[in-house]
Each structure stands twice: as C-alpha cells, then as structure tokens.
C-alpha cells in the first residue's frame, strides 16, 4: 500500500543520514588508518559505500523508494514516478539527512561535530567526471525500473557506485544532498563550499542527459513493473 | 516444519562458534599477515566477515533464524517471533557459542587457547557507534523480515557489518555474545573485559532505538512473511 | 518485444563505452593513487571492473544482449542468437565505443584525449592466457544461456573478470574491442599497438575453442531459455 | 535430464582444472605484483578465488554437480546423491583437473610447467584449522541442499571459502584434488608433498564430522529439492 508524505519522507531522512555517515564515516577511518596510501584509502571507502549502500536502499525503498538522491527524486518525477509536488520536500529532507549524518561520523570518530571542508575538487576534468558518473547512475536505475527489474536496483546502485568511485577523477559523488553534506566534514571524503555548486550543477546536467537516453533506450516500460523494492 | 528448542540451540551454538572463529580469527590473520598497515588489517577482516556472515546465515537460519546474536533474538521476540521464554536460552547457547569460537581462533592460529584481551576500547564515541551499528543492524533485518523480504537477509546483513567496520569507529560489534567472546583473545579482535560492558550496554540501548522506528516504518508487517532463510 | 538494429547498436555502443571508461579510468586511479605496490592497483582495477561490469550489463542486457565484445557476438551469432548479418555491425559499435571510452577515461583524469600506449604485451604466456582468459569468459556466459539460466550471466561475468583479472599473466583482457580501445591510452590498462594483434587473433582462437567445448557439455539448450537480462 | 558419466566427468576434470588454474595462478600473481605484504597477496587470491569459484560452479553445476573436490563428492554418495560407483571416477578426475590446471598456471605465468613445491605447511594447527574449513564448507554445500536451496550454492561456497582463506592458519584448503594439485606449483599456493597428506587425512576426517552434523541440522531433506545449478 502506498505510505504517506510524513513516513516517505522520514524514510528519506534517515536513509540520507545513514548514508552520509556511511561515505564520510568510512572515510575518515580509511584516511586514518592507511595513512601510507591513498588508493587503498578509496578502495576501503569505496568498497563499504557499496555494500553499505545495498544494505541501506533494501532497507528504505519500500518505504520512499530509496532514493536519498534529489537527482533520482528529479528523474523519477520526470518519468512518472514521484508526484512533481513531493520533490521539493524529498530534497529537503535528503540534505538534511546528509548533514546531520556527516555530523554524526563526525562525532563517531571524536573530530568536531561540524567542520568545513577545505578540499578544492572544482575542476574541468571534476565536472566531466559528475556528469558522466551521474549520468551512469541515472541509467542503471531507471534501466531497471523501466524494464520490470526494479527489485535489483539495491544490489545494481551499490555496485556501480562502487565501480563509479575509482572510474571518475571526482570518486563519483553522483548526489546533489551527498555533496552539501560533505562540505560540513573536513576529512578525506569532505568538498570544500567553493567546490560544491559545481558539482551540483553537473549533477543536475546529468539528469538532462540522462533522460532522453532512458527514453531512446527503454522506450516502453514494462507494463506491470515490479516496485522498486519487492521481493524478487 | 518448526524445529525443536535443543536442535535450535545446537544451531546458534554452532552459527556463534563458527561466527566468533571467523570474526577473531581473520583478525589474527591480517594483523599476522599484514603488519604495516592497521586499514588493511581491517579491510581483510571486514571482507571476510561479510561473506562469512552470509554463509553462515544461509545455513543455520532455516534451523533457528540465525541470530547469532541476543539483540537480534530479543527484537525478534518483541515483534512476536521468537518466544519470549526461549529468549534467555539462545542468548546463553551464542554467549557459549562465541567464547567457544574464540578459543577455537586462538588454537588455529598457536595462541594461548584462552587469553583475556588487553585492548581497551571504552568512549564515548565508540558507545555512539555501537549504538549506530546496532541500530542499524536491526533495521536492516527487520526492515526485512516485516516487508517479506527475509530470504535476503543473509547478503543484507553480511554486507551491513563489512561496511559498518569501516564507518563506526568502534569496528562495530553490534553483538553482545561476540563482544564477551571477543574478551578470550587478546588479538586484533579482542576486548579488554572492563570495555566490553559499555559494549554491550550501548547495543542494548540500540534495541530499545530500533524498535520504534522500525514501527514508524513498517507498522504492517507483510501478511505471509517469508520465513527467514526460506528460498528466494 | 525485439529492438530495432539501430536501438541494439546504439546500446552496444553506449555500454562499450562505458565498459571502456570503467576498465582505464579505474586503471588510471589506481596507477596515479597506489604508486608502490602494483598489486595493490590491479586489485582496484579488477575491483571496480567486477562490479562496474555487473551494473553496466544489467542495464544494457535487454536492449542489445550485452555483449561489448564482438567474441561474445560471434558466438552468439554460431549458437543461433544474434544473426550473422548483424554481427559485423556489432563489432563496429563495440569497438568504437571502445576507444570513445578510451578517450573520456584519459579526459575524466586531464590526461591527453588520446595517447598511444607503449606497454608491450605481446609473450607467448599472454597469449596463452588470452586463450584461457575468453574460453572461460565464453564458457559463463554460454553455459548459463544454454542452460536457461542467462539472467544471471550480469553477476557471473563480473565475477569472473574480476578473478581472471589475477589468475591470467595477461590480466585477461578477453574481448577485442575492448583491446583495441586500451590501445589509445597509455596508462595502466594500455596496449601498445604491436601487440593487439596478438591479443586479438589468441581470442578468436578462444572462440574455435569454447564452441565445441560448450555443445559437448550443454548438447540440447534449455527449450524455453530465459533472455538475457530478463527478471530473475 | 540426466547427463551420461562421461559427460560428467568430463565438466569434473574441466572445472577442477579452472579451479586450479585460479587458485593457483592468482597467488602467482598476487605473490609478485605485492611482493611487500603476504596479508595483500592472500587478499588478492582469496578475493580472484571467491568470485571466479562463484562462476565455474554456475557453468559446471548443471552437467556434474560442480564439486571439483572428492570431499564434497563423497558426502554426496552418503547423502544419496551421487552414486557410489561413480565416487572414484569423480575422485579421479578432480584430481587430474587440478594437476593440470597447476600445469596451466605455470606456464600462464611462465614458471616451469611443473616444480614441486616446498612450502611445508604440516602442523596441528594446520591440520585443526583444514577440519574446521572442510567442515565449514561441507555445512554449507549440504545444507543448502537438504533445505532445497542448493541454487544459492556457487554464491555461498564462494563467499565462504574467500573467508576461510582469511579465518583458518591453513587458508583452507578444504578440498583433497586442490590439495594434490597445489604439489605442481612451488609458488605462493603450493603445499610440499610431505605436507599434503596431513592436509587430505584432516579434509577425510571433516566428513566424518560434517556428516551427523547435517542429518542433526536438517533431519529431514525438503521433498522436491531443487537441483544444485538450477534457475532460481
């Protein structure tokens, strides 16, 4: 049965929070732990995001969809899926997730509960990368909801994001409500403000590129798509 | 067919053990294997803690449900799984499974067959994460089990804790049987008795947390659960 | 429903791109960010190329098949799937989504658009392991086909790379679209011109091997198969 | 339908080959390209071995049950599955897949097609810890099998045995065929031939544990079960 706003929407917060504690969590551990190399430090931040976010998106997207993503709330209002009226509260409620879970790995490792990141990630080859690992997480998603294969989507996102992490020069933050929740955490996987609106507008590029492919690509959905989330 | 209580205790005892050997025992290995770096360590511990876990949820849970562990086995009990007058039974059999399990890992490995860790762990930022981790855990089994989705709980909560190594800073234990087991090995995974209470305090805590928003989240549980470990 | 030719090539294309950006850029990262253990970078190549793969054919599966590799299009074409007529189209689709992804990956990480690589290849043992490489690639994924079992092949074929990755002098490359596309970047993944051809020819002689081997082992394919990337 | 013994035992000695040739050739691998962390190298080749064991059962299962080790194969006949005749063939085969397949490894990498190894690795902590990992493995086969789940197979002896590397001093042999091959490779996966007797005695033995093990745990089979490499 369809849930209301309040709990969809709660389900988004916490998913958010979880998620940012994840990336930034593991992070900050990675960075601490293996200081001598900074390959390993991704591999270890990339690989517990990917399961991490498997575990997280199987938890919540029976609830809200699972999107913790104002970029994937945008795409699936586009398509048909998300009531255009609920975007703005999903995003809302995304990046308030995800500042309040960097504050929260923020304190599970004993740093100050809010610092601003001073990482520069604004670059020509950045903004590519966003576009580009966006637009893959865009198509991976929407792929499988409009070919009936909604239900592998938890096991497909932690894996491309995974994969999107050492593909792209930016480690594919892929997320408009990640990257405001970044910039309030400055350890390893933190952006610094100045950074951030350029990642957040080849982010939003993305979706405009993405959605004529998935048009051009899956033309007809599936006619009883399986929800994102049951059962396979 | 339901199992009687001594072939389910057999079960947890069995899962703890094995449970316990794989958790402490890959710990030995990558802090034996691996001196040079403590991310790396925790990168082969977690690995192989997350795949253990999924095979040796696929095989005991058919038997007893495969907790392993006393905060899952109470907040099946809340929500009316478990029953209440089997509860103290499977904690005692996973408390003797996981100390059983520690002493196994140490006699693998050469060690002293029972020594008391030494590896203080106790703050409050650890307390903070093993509430996270625990609460977490919870939500990704229950979140399960109440939306009929249980036979995927084996990968879900294997790839939970590999990533909640990484992104709590207590290495996430979120167990209280493995906690005391872990006190018999003063290796990389142990802890030293004086920690291990605020340990298992703080995941009590998570239970008291997890309940409700599990409620919040999924007030109706899914008419004819999949029994957990059942074939997808 | 059947795609038209065009749809089918534009994925392939598409994907083979992708699978060409995912294969260098990973290589490139982990190159530049793992500069003193060179294992430690082809476990962050074979890692990302794992997963990334999995989520790559999930999306393109339906469309297309799949395929990025003319080896794999070939031998679909000998069992009866994809029509001969087709076939050289395909490869023409693979291979320059290849090298277009050559370039985005040089791009992604501000390395010239195209550069040539200088990495000889070209032994007797990596021919050898070419040979074996793509036997075994050819033999998962046309046994499951075979078999009625093809909407696993996403996560058999990931799998398998990412282990054929280490168990290969050649880091089994197995696809020679994906060859020629490695040629235009000299990094990690690079091939130098000179020894393509080797690389190449000891896959197709992958193919005259694995065809026999697969109507031996699987004679009579599952009545009703299950099409590629179908719901499980 | 049922496959002929030839046709058996052929899928037999091909797997068991492959097995030995990823085992095998991923250590060589891992041994020289991380030659400054033995830790490193067992990830390396518990990681390629885990995935691509995931894959050969998936190819192999349908025609001969995807055993590659006389261990599993004689719990099978005990069981009732494969027929006591066949045991010895079986074995037979395994062991010369896995003979050849150090052969392959070898000349993949350009070592001696054949040198006997010289890593002695007899010890009673050894001989412990190949009891616990067979036993280990045998419950998870089985179990799966009599529950009627023994499609989750390749993923779950996958998933184990990379954490049985990791968990066990011995990094878990746990097969007799593997065992006997691993003589043909004096590289980072060989055992000396004084050593393996002490290791195929402790995998022998393991089946006579596993074994009451099982029929206590699942006393009952599930009626219809599905075969081993069936669609789930």
Redesign the interface.
């Known amino acids: ?1 369809p849930r209301s706003l309040p ?1 969809r929407l ?2 988004e917060y ?1 998913g958010s929070l ?1 998620l940012a ?3 930034i ?2 992070g900050i ?2 960075q ?3 200081p ?17 976010l ?2 997280l998106i ?3 997207s ?2 809200s969809g699972g999107h913790f993503n104002p970029a994937v709330s945008l795409t699936d209002a586009v398509f048909g899926g998300l009531p255009w009226r609920d975007v703005p509260a999903y995003a809302l409620a995304q990046v308030l997730g995800c500042v309040t879970g960097a504050v ?2 923020n ?4 740093a100050a509960p809010i610092s601003i990141s001073t990482t520069e990630r604004a ?1 020509a ?1 950045h903004a ?2 966003e576009i ?1 690992a966006t637009v ?1 997480l865009l ?2 998603i929407f ?2 909801v409009r ?3 909604a ?2 989507a938890p096991a ?5 994001i ?9 480690t594919s933050f892929a997320n408009p409500a990640i990257t405001l929740g970044r910039v309030f955490s400055d350890t390893f996987a933190g952006i610094a403000p100045s950074s951030a609106p350029v990642y957040v507008l080849a982010q939003l590029v993305a979706v405009a590129v993405a959605v004529p ?1 998935l048009r ?3 033309p ?1 959905p599936t006619a009883a798509p ?1 929800t994102e ?1 049951q ?2």
Chains 1, 2, 3, 4 share one sequence.
Request: proline residues 1%; glycine residues 10%.
């Open positions: 049965m709990h709660l389900a916490l979880l504690a994840l990336v969590g593991s551990a990675a601490r732990l293996s001598g190399d900074v390959g390993l430090q991704l591999l270890e931040n990339a690989a517990a995001t990917a399961v991490g498997y575990a199987l938890v919540f029976p609830v929260l790995a304190v599970m490792f004993e670059t080859a590519v990368s580009v893959g198509l991976v792929s499988l070919s009936g294969r239900a592998l497909a996102v932690g894996a491309y995974g994969a999107a992490y050492f593909f792209t020069s930016s492919l051009l690509l899956h007809a399986v989330g059962v396979r």
